[in-house]
């Protein structure tokens, strides 16, 4: 069975600063990979995807991702922190048998931005 | 556009009551889905439904039942409440029967359920 792990329920960052958050997976077939990004009292959003073509994946609000298959990673980095972006963070994998029986999410990270 | 729709926003139940919570989506999504998110567990799949008719059991589906009897609505059932199901529950479609493999789920704003 597919897994996520995303390291560290809390990030912190000044305003300006890079953000990283890291998230690694496990599945026994090529994955689909998400990352979603969910605002105080909000349902989630989705931030991009990856479907297994280019391995860098923009997404919205200036966030992007690369698939790194040898090390099983796929980290949202955004070059500048915005006060806006402080929210709760989602990556996410596909099934193995597909996308019907959902999305296996890990635990989330909390994004902090410091003024 | 109204998206997915969730009713009601909050709601305090007593142990052994059941209740309804209400998902309608207006984007004529063939796939449905409830999560439940718990502090520091991210979100568990309960039950998802690929189309009027069809439902099916996520990760997490004891003490929740289903049905989808037409595209746009997909309640999610507490027959016996109890103090674990405590959560913020969210739904969720998209439009492929498929699921969320290749394209975005769109959630709800979710229900705050405490159950006492």
């Known amino acids: 069975a597919q897994s996520v792990t995303q390291l560290g329920s809390h990030v912190s960052v000044s305003e300006g600063a890079l953000v990283l958050l890291r998230c690694n997976y496990s599945s026994s077939v090529p994955p689909y990979l998400f990352w979603y990004v969910q605002y105080p009292n909000q349902g989630l959003q989705l931030l991009l995807k990856?479907?297994?073509?280019?391995?860098l994946v923009k997404g919205i609000n200036g966030f992007e991702a690369e698939f790194k298959k040898s090390e099983t990673s796929f980290h949202l980095t955004k070059p500048s922190a915005h006060m806006s972006d402080a929210a709760e963070y989602f990556c996410?994998?596909?099934?193995?048998?597909?996308?019907?029986?959902?999305?296996?999410f890990g635990k989330g990270t909390h994004l902090i931005i410091q003024p | 556009n109204a998206g997915v729709t969730q009713t009601p926003k909050f709601q305090v139940l007593k142990t052994g009551q059941s209740m309804t919570l209400q998902c309608a989506q207006d984007m004529n999504h063939e796939y449905m889905s409830w999560y439940r998110q718990d502090p520091g567990m991210g979100l568990r799949l309960i039950h998802y439904?690929?189309?009027?008719?069809?439902?099916d059991q996520g990760e997490v589906p004891n003490g929740y039942n289903v049905s989808r009897s037409t595209t746009e609505d997909f309640p999610l059932r507490l027959l016996s409440a109890a103090p674990s199901q405590t959560s913020v529950y969210f739904c969720a479609s998209s439009y492929s029967p498929q699921g969320p493999t290749n394209e975005k789920l769109f959630f709800g704003s979710g229900t705050q359920l405490s159950v006492l």
């Open positions: 990856y479907t297994s073509a280019a391995t």
């Open positions: 439904s690929v189309g009027a008719g069809i439902t």
């Open positions: 996410a994998v596909s099934s193995d048998g597909g996308g019907a029986d959902g999305l296996t």
